[in-house]
């Protein structure tokens, strides 16, 4: 399998681009892209300009996180399914992470689903498969993953029954969060079942333009279907006319869109409020198309207030009885009511109130007459009345396809007011704020009979009043169906009191209230007052203010910085508030770093290790603050804290704080250097320039340092290391006088600058730049300002006066096999890169042709020969050393006998000239030195004692044989032993040096030798007879390894004689006279002998006695005994 290797060697791209423009181009999707966290993401990437455009192309993915920007994470690879590091390999695997080409030159990469940690800087790569580099093979992205703070909700019940014809009103409240700069878009859907997908009923898109669905753009230019947006986050769906195929499950779906920065929108995320059933039901009716005539007609055209009024609508057409039609009430250009195909009655918006109320009613009375009564008429209600009908057919799918409107003409009504004491007195003005309660009072004067109230709101999106809540003269409260879900009350607390509360006002709320009073007689109203007063709800955003304040703006790096995010409101803290921080690095993009929310969640973005929130309840104030730990150049930038308030399932976002800008400065460089001032150099000698920090160092100092020579007015820069000791040459730095700088670091720490063999070129002056780069708290470094010292460099020729150290002659003698050094110095002499050595050691000795035989010799450019064939073999042997600069030793290994001789030393002193040629300045010769090489000295001793020894037949007797000395550790020894008896001397035991035995005597296994140490040996006769009486002594060789001779006989002992007397039982021994040692040497052994035998007797006597003494024992001692000297039956 072929592993991805990284478009890495991008290193030599710089030293392989062609001139002129490059070809290759790799291109990703430009960043940064801010996504929702559990959403998909998508990054396309491609390249142009590879060879062959139709070869599909292998590309790489990687990630450097926000925590460590320097470490890059293999993810996925086209061509290595084992690329991915294993953070995110199982995901791979599991397909949540794709890549996938689109073309052979693009791909796209897919994850299916973001988590916090996949925010960082993706690098899209193409790997290169061509012999050279020619353009760019990356591309980078940066990705922000953000909270998914989009809400959505529906306040409507989950299941609604209509009738075909009906009105349908549905609201949806959708907000977000998110501090980047977003947009929401709402639709509205109907899912029908059977159907796979919903269809879109109408649409409010991101830049505020409605759009129908297919199946509704007739119903929507008829004005039956609009959307509207109410306030902040409602938005509001009516349909006029239900028809049957309006039945099914209808929801509103958000989508938050964000910008990407080419200029593109994106949906990030998107939300679907709980779904309601709709049920509409049918009614038959048979379609025709013939022409209508309309008339209206009353009773009565001049009225007073309270009265009735009849309107009356004649239809004539055609075969009426089979047709449907559609017949509306107009006051001018406003509707009053309308009775659809279905026979279904809607009520205008502003007359709804009053038909709640049974002020208005209409019904079809026959045929082709309609009917609309209102009770009691009030003097807004006069003015020219119409009667409106159309004509409708119905298909196939049950909806109603209008005709032409016929219009009647005209007709007049006057309405006169009537005498009344009844008053009604309201607060003209009231500003509440947002959330507070709303409390209005109504106050009545002149009142003589029951009363009723209704309260009514005007708002700028109603053109006219709608009943808010209704209090009969019975006491009776009835709640306009758009406040159900709201807690509103009417209450009488007294006689001419009425109220009206209203609880957690929004600013939709504002608006003109009316209060409405009717006084009744009977079951009729008689007179009725209304005032009204103008209410302003205050918005949240106007007395709910975000302050930031900062106490250091201007901090040094690993120090604390200290944020405080002020929220100040009347309602805070009581107000549900989700506070955010973010931090704006540049000017385009802006990082979130935590978010906290009403409940309490908090979802950080930024890192837990560098921030700390602390939140402060006060009085009408909540104070957050935030704690940067060791602040870093990461963390510099303007802070800003956004607050929202979660109010009816809705965010409300605040205006966001002031901005403020926190700075994060270096601390104040202590770096202080030294370097010589001045130097005096030989020229072509090596110059060396240290330069070193005197200061005391921060805990995570690193020195990038640069070399800078000056000469007349040119100034360059010879070497540079960066702060991970990277060295790399200056551009105008030759070639080949980079072969002779070089830059190293030592403790201290100090830099040293070499440049061998100086040259003229190389006069003037130096320049040793040091920067101090430090560590910031996340591990990033950073760079203080540069420091520098100046030396002057001043080349002068050098003077030659070699002198080698010269002493008498030396006289060396050493043993053969040791090794031998020969040692020659040089006193005084000039040490540089121009000044070489030439080496050689001349031989004398071993006859008239070895004199002042060249041994060996090390030319001054390093070539080491040896020019004598007839001494191959020492040469062979031969080291040449240089332990100090002038010190050449000549080591003999192993010497051996044939190396003694004359040895002496010869050095040539070898310089650069102007032209760059060696030429021999001087020579000097040492010596000579006299070695003389032995062999070992003889050192061999053996223990020489004569001794006499009387044995029985019976007895073994031992011939040692004791090796006191020897002359090496090397030695090996051949021992012989012989027997002498009177004038015959033979051999009879040899134990060789190989350790190979040999028995010589007559009875060989009378024999027994024995080694127990290496130095001791000895032979053993057993069971000796008469006839092996007789002298016995033993000689011993001692031989060496020569290098020169191989095995070699050093020395040779005898030990002394041991006289050995064997006899027969019953035999006398006489005494031999012996030597005074002799005598020693038996008389110890005899006195041990003795004092055993004692002890023995003693020990028999006394057990003798204990059991009676009835026998006494034989005499233990010989001399009881007669030697028996023939061997009885027995034995």
Known sequence: MMRCCRGGLLLCLSLLLHSGEAKVLTE??????????????????????????????????????PANPTFEINIICTSDESFAYAVYGQRVARKEITLKHVSPNSVIFEIQNLQKGDEGDYECAVINTESVYDGTYNAETTVKVIDNSLSVSSPVSTSLSYNEGDALTLTCQASSNTIQHTHLSVAWYLQKDGEEDARTIISLDRDFTLSPGPAFEGRYHAGLIRLDKMGEATYRLQMAQLELSDQGRIYCRAQEWIQDPDRSWYAITQKDAEETTLNVKAREVVPDTS????????????????????????VDAHSLQERFLSVAWLRGSVELARIGPAGILFVGAEYSGREKEGELRAARIGDTEYRLKLQPVRTEDQGEYFCRAWPQDRGQDGAFTEGAAQTSVPQLVSISATESELSVEMQQDMIVDEGDRLKLTCKVDGVKSQLSVTWQRHSTSTASFKNIIRLSREGVIEIDGDLMSRRVRAARPSTNTFTLELEEVTPSDSGIYQCYVSEWKANSKTHSQSQTSTVTVRPIESFVKVNLINRNHIVTVGENVELLCRVRGPRVPRVPITLSWSLQRDASTIDNILTLSWNGEISWSGDQHVYQLKVENKVKEVAHTLLING??????????????????NVHRKLPPSNAVAVMVANPVSKLSLTSPPTLKRNINSDIEIKCSVISEPFASSRYAVTWLHQQLEEK???????????????????????????????KGPSFELTIRQAQNSDNGSYTCEVVEWLQDPRGNWYQLSPKSEITEVNLIEPANDLRLEVTEQQQLIAREGDDVELKCNILSGAFSPSVLYNIAWIYSGGGSSMTNVLLVELDHMGLLWYPEMALRDLQGRLRLTRPTQSSFYLRIQRAREGDSGMYQCRVEQYQLDREGHWQQKA????????????????????VKDELELNVSRSQDFTIPCHIMGQSSNESEFQVTWFWQKETRIRSIFVAYRNATLQNMFDKGHQLRFDRPVPNQFSLSVSKPGPENSGLYYCEVEEWLPSLSHGWWKVAVETSGRLTVNVFTEGEGVSEPQCKSGTWIGILVPLVICSLLVISLLVLKICRTNASGGKKSGESLWTEGHALNTKLGAED
Request: net charge positive; proline share 3%; glycine share 6%.
């Open 28 to 65: 990703a999707q430009s960043g940064p892209l801010y996504r929702v966290l559990g959403a998909p993401l998508s990054i396309s990437c491609n390249v142009s300009g590879l060879a062959g455009d139709n070869t599909q192309k292998e590309f790489e993915f990687r990630i450097k996180k």
């Open 291 to 314: 022409s209508l005539v309309v008339r209206i007609s009353t009773q009565q055209t001049t009225l007073q207030e309270g009265q009735e009024l009849s309107l009356s609508c004649n």
């Open 631 to 648: 602040a870093s150049h990461r963390e510099a930038g303007t802070y800003q804290c956004q607050a929202s308030v979660f109010f009816e």
């Open 716 to 746: 360059k820069t010879i070497v540079s290391s960066d702060r991970d000791a990277l060295i790399t040459f200056g551009t105008r730095v030759e070639p080949s006088d980079r072969q002779r700088i070089s830059m190293r670091r030592s």
């Open 923 to 942: 020579s000097e010769s040492a010596g000579p030195i006299s070695l003389t090489v032995k062999v070992a000295e003889k050192n061999l001793s053996i």
